[in-house]
């Protein structure tokens, strides 16, 4: 039988931790109720939910309320960007992004921008990075959102969500952060970092697809949002639908093992990435995308001079699942927008490798994936 490639491909999913598959299951079968409803079998629904939403809001040191359950972060970042934009274009019409930023928060900014309202798309260094006095001069009257994501899903940066919060409050600006690749990898405080709108997923955390959240503040201020989905008026009216027991018990259970396992994770991980990064070093003509320590423990993202990013894919596919640094749009063949962003050449931009390492990667498989990387990397080249 053929072997499973090595997944080191964390930053597109994660497998489902057995831990929480075991805590899902009852919600499927003997505790199906809709949480709504008013007699036991929704009863016992919603205290699971009720215990949930505490989980999770006390994990990134919110109040339960403030939790609005989505079906991942896409329609959080679609409910706080267009939420917003909707509740508030009497104060302003100017929203201001990354261009690092994920789709999921780039389109419904063009989008927005198609309905009359102004985006500004902030730059970022060479290290990935926001720079504060870039963000502070954008900031207008008129201004009413800032949106930056807290880790970036192809080269891991961590922005300075503390320091970009604190810029927000004295300029009384609404501040959103995509969360995605974020939650139970690093350290996230609504209260320290002023954050005023949060996104979330569960599967990039080893809980399932098609369940995530969007933290809204209820006070110091209150944020309003308008409602994208109308309906039974669940959610405080903000995201209506039937809610979803056993995803959100998943989600629950996957948030509380990855803070459980936060620290000792991270210096697991780091330990592992730097042997793959040391291991990759004796090429020559590599380069690391992104800050090489303000990043997420399991991010590494490389680019090759001289080799052609698919050829380099195709090559190692049989050994190891990963994404090239254009993989949320690996259907199309232009570079990455986030490897462009930080001043990398076209062709850098093509051949890059995006590692995602995870709780599941083993010293053993990352000493096998340098090996064939290094190999493959060679062929590739002797061939040019
Ligand atoms: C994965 C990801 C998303 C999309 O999340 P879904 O839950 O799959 O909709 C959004 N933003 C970032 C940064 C991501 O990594």
């Known amino acids: 039988m053929e072997k499973s490639p090595?997944?080191?491909?964390?930053?597109?999913?994660?497998?489902?931790?057995?831990?929480?598959?075991?805590?899902?299951?009852?919600?499927?079968?003997?505790?199906?109720?809709?949480?709504?409803?008013?007699?036991?079998?929704?009863?016992?629904?919603?205290?699971?939910v009720k215990k949930?939403?505490?989980?999770?809001?006390?994990?990134?040191?919110?109040?339960?309320?403030?939790?609005v359950f989505t079906s991942g972060a896409t329609e959080a970042n679609n409910l706080a960007l267009k939420g917003v934009a909707e509740a508030y274009f009497n104060y302003g019409k100017h929203i201001i992004t990354v261009q690092t930023e994920h789709?999921?928060?780039?389109?419904?900014?063009?989008?927005?921008?198609?309905?009359?309202?102004?985006?500004?798309?902030?730059?970022?260094?060479?290290d990935g990075l926001v720079e504060l006095s870039i963000l502070e001069k954008a900031i207008r009257p008129e201004t009413i959102l800032v949106s930056v994501m807290a880790a970036n899903n192809e080269i891991g940066v961590l922005q300075p969500l503390k320091e970009i919060g604190a810029l927000c409050q004295d300029n009384d600006v609404l501040f959103h952060t995509d969360a995605a690749q974020a939650i139970g990898k690093v350290p996230l405080d609504v209260q320290a970092m002023n954050i005023h709108l949060m996104s979330m997923t569960a599967h990039k955390v080893y809980g399932p697809k098609g369940i995530g959240a969007l933290y809204v503040r209820r006070r110091q201020p209150r944020v309003n949002l308008a409602a994208q989905l109308h309906g039974g008026g669940h959610e405080r009216g903000m995201r209506s639908g039937t809610l979803y027991p056993p995803q959100i018990v998943g989600f629950a259970k996957a948030v509380e093992l990855a803070m459980a396992e936060m620290v000792s994770e991270r210096e697991r991980l780091v330990g592992l990435r730097s042997q793959l990064y040391h291991h990759l070093s004796q090429l020559p003509d590599i380069h690391l995308n992104g800050h090489p320590s303000q990043r997420l423990p399991g991010n590494l993202?490389?680019?090759f001079g001289g080799v052609d990013g698919q050829s380099l894919l195709l090559g190692l596919q049989p050994t190891v699942a990963l994404s090239s640094g254009s993989a949320c749009s690996s259907a199309s063949t232009a570079p990455s927008h986030v490897l462009k962003a930080l001043g990398r050449s076209d062709r850098l931009a093509y051949a890059s490798l995006r590692f995602g390492l995870g709780r599941f990667t083993t010293a053993s498989d990352i000493q096998q994936v340098g090996k064939a990387v290094v190999e493959t990397v060679e062929a590739l080249r002797s061939l040019a």
């Open 103 to 126: 789709s999921a928060v780039l389109d419904p900014c063009r989008y927005l921008e198609s309905l009359g309202f102004e985006v500004t798309y902030l730059p970022v260094n060479g």
């Open 52 to 67: 949930s939403r505490e989980t999770i809001a006390q994990s990134i040191n919110s109040q339960p309320e403030e939790i």
């Open 301 to 303: 993202n490389v680019s």
């Open 6 to 48: 090595i997944y080191l491909d964390c930053h597109s999913t994660t497998p489902v931790d057995r831990r929480v598959v075991d805590a899902m299951l009852p919600f499927f079968t003997e505790h199906f109720g809709n949480p709504s409803s008013l007699h036991s079998y929704g009863w016992s629904a919603e205290a699971a």
